[in-house]
């Protein structure tokens, strides 16, 4: 089996049968208390930046090579190239990062909030990285209700196309799916996202979170300002809206 399917599909399955915590303490405050702690833990031997940013790189091209086929290639080559640098015990530790995000997201499917983005604060990576201050979910949820007005929103002319040109760990895309929810507007088959950041280990928060969330998305490495662009990387449902598009006009089948 390839490498990559093995970090993913090892992080997730290390995680399924693991007890919860405490009773008292929520299983969503618990998973995320967990990831920090491994973050802290590694990080220890490693340094907190190296971790984190690491954990944010294998993961994203972990999960570009196997749903962003016209990137898979090189996502492929470069998760290869990060495993070979790692011991196995290394390599396990990233994969059980892996799944405690898997599981935190997956509980928060109804209420999506901005997970990597709040652990990025909490370990005082924003003063380290430009003094970056990422807006927080309840903002970014007040901003989407009186701005989206989704009971309202039309797509039989095809997916809304939403634009976030400074995404940060992808918040406010986050903020609007959530604001979507709440009206019951089918965003996966109706939206597309495209978000971007200039800063990469942004770009990869983005990425994941919108991943794994299920959002339709585009996120690009680049300049919003000078128009100058990098890198793309699109989420497992980004094709997703179009392709209902095209089944409508009876070209394909969803």
Known sequence: AESHCNYYSFGVLLMAGKKTGPEVMSLTLYLEKELVSEIRSLAQSQGLNTVFTTFLEITANSLAAQTDPENAEKREQRYQEMESTMTPELLSSYARMLALLFLTVREYRNDPCDILGRIYHELNLN??????????????RFMAQITLPSDELSAKDGPITINEPTCGSGTMVIGAIWAMQRKEFDYRHNTFFVAQDI????????????????????????????????????????????????????????
């Open 199 to 254: 800063d990469i280990r942004c770009v990869w928060m983005a990425y994941i979170q919108l991943s794994l969330y299920g959002i339709p998305a585009m996120v690009i490495h680049g300049n919003t300002l000078t128009m100058e662009e990098w890198d793309r990387w699109y989420t497992p449902y980004a094709s997703v809206p179009f392709s209902k598009a095209q089944s409508e006009d009876g070209d394909i089948a969803v």
């Open 127 to 140: 003063n380290e990285w430009n003094g970056q201050y990422f807006t927080p979910d309840h903002i970014c």
